[in-house]
């Protein structure tokens, strides 16, 4: 990304909260710095605190490096310049060799990257097929076991009747444990998830007994896995919880080379684990792709950065799925570049049609995601929000913020991101003349 082409609302969507935000404004000013300047590949300077430190942007992907203490990344020295950057307040100069050696690091370690990736160096161990094939053994065993007790408590459940699940809690929690126990992890979250409906409100019962009877063809599913087509044999054991090694999903996956626009992200936040959702919308092939990213502790900082409203040529892999959605990026060509273009996008028509067709693909499949095309959000006489279009259909919309969707809109239609479960659209961010603006959750 050119240092012209950076927005300070971009600056400040990289920034991991809103305190390092705020403290980045503070410093976007040149008295808190010296030396600073910048060329096509980056932008440094030190800034002042209680030491001198030493502050560099890598322009190409806006990766940041700061000799501070701070262990949130990017930190507030690094927001403060990128601020300086967009707002074009940095002389033009040659980089002095703290930033040189910075940006040497770099090229080699993403040398060696593509060089571990052409000639496959990076090859794991020799296993023991074997022994290998006897714990898979074991382990489908013991799932088996899990899904038959499974099997057995649901259709008690079914059979008792749902009245007074409200007062239930020990249940859930025993049920999810078993399954932790049996190596059935995916299946164990299903379970948790169950625990949260009992007097969610209006239609709950149905709600519960449509979310049984996918755990019952899962368990079903996995009773016949060696019949089912190897994709969606895939799909069950991802549900079950028992994932793909990188390697395979690299070996097996489908390839797509596209011009990729960040259409959105979100961070969640925990105690032990930081979860990073981005969406990534291909401006030829008109896919989504879900990346997914975690790291470890509240201030860890993600692998790979993302900023929503930006493109960039890349080579993703999609993990073997009947109907495949996570992706995983495997390079990335040219600079990153601000995207100001049209987008493909759905009508609520052809996004029904496409839940439809994956969901007839691969019946454990939750939720699309897809770009709306020029649609109107308008509240109706109880409160909820419900997405139009021209041609009078509406899909009602929750979970983000309804008033900040129609102030975007002030009435006339727009590009709308969402994700759709069958009943109801999560919008997730808004594409208003070339601007991406955030809906879900925090959009970074």
């Known amino acids: 990304m050119t240092p012209s082409s950076l927005t300070a609302e971009q600056a400040l969507a990289l920034a991991p909260d809103s305190s390092v935000a705020g403290a980045g404004q503070k410093l976007a000013n040149g008295q808190s710095w010296q030396g600073l300047g910048r060329n096509e590949r980056a932008a440094w300077g030190e800034c002042k605190g209680s030491a001198l430190y030493q502050v560099r942007v890598d322009l190409a992907d ?5 000799s501070c203490p701070s262990r949130k990344f990017p930190c507030k020295h690094a927001v403060g310049l990128l601020l300086l950057t967009a707002a074009e307040r940095l002389p033009a100069g040659v980089p002095p060799a703290w930033v040189e050696e910075w940006l040497s690091r770099r090229n080699a ?14 090859a794991p161990a020799p296993v023991d097929p074997e022994a290998q094939s006897r714990r898979a053994a074991d382990r489908h065993e013991r799932v088996r076991q899990g899904v038959e007790a499974l099997s057995l408590w649901m259709e008690d459940l079914v059979r008792q009747g749902f009245a007074g699940l409200e007062a239930e809690t020990a249940a859930w929690n025993t049920q999810a444990a078993r399954l932790v126990d049996a190596q059935a992890p995916g299946l164990a979250a299903q379970v948790r998830q169950l ?15 449509e979310r049984l009877g996918r755990l019952a063809l899962a368990a079903e599913g996995w009773r016949k896995l060696e019949q089912l087509p190897p994709l969606l044999a895939a799909d069950l054991r991802a549900l079950v919880g028992i994932p793909l090694r990188e390697e395979d999903v690299i070996a097996r996956g489908e390839r797509l080379m596209d011009r990729w626009v960040v259409i959105a992200q979100e961070v969640e936040d925990s105690e032990r684990v930081r979860a990073q959702r981005t969406y990534l919308l291909g401006t030829t092939h008109g896919r989504t792709a879900l990346l997914l990213q975690f790291a470890a502790g509240p201030g860890a900082h993600f692998t790979e950065r993302f900023l929503p409203g930006t493109a960039f040529d890349a080579e993703l892999v999609f993990w073997p799925s009947a109907a495949p959605q996570r992706a995983k990026l495997l390079k990335r060509q040219g600079e990153v570049q601000p995207w100001t273009g049209a987008l493909p996008s759905l009508t609520l028509e052809g996004l029904c049609q496409r839940f439809a067709q994956e969901l007839s ?3 454990f499949h939750e939720q699309t995601a897809a770009l709306l095309g020029q649609v109107v959000p308008v509240r109706d006489a109880a409160g909820r929000t419900w997405l139009q279009d021209a041609a009078g259909a509406a899909l009602r919309a929750g979970a983000s913020d309804p008033w900040r969707l129609l102030a975007l ?21 808004a594409h208003v003349q070339g601007r991406m603006y955030a809906l879900g959750g925090p959009l970074r």
């Open 195 to 209: 625990a949260a409906l009992p007097g969610s409100g209006p239609g709950w019962p149905r709600r519960m007994l």
């Open 361 to 363: 693909q691969q019946p």
């Open 409 to 429: 809109s002030g009435g006339h239609p727009l590009d709308v991101f969402v994700e759709w479960d069958g009943e109801e659209l999560r919008p997730l961010s």
């Open 109 to 122: 370690a993403s040398e060696r990257k593509a060089k571990r990736e052409a000639t496959g160096t990076q």
């Open 62 to 66: 806006l990766s940041s490096k700061c």
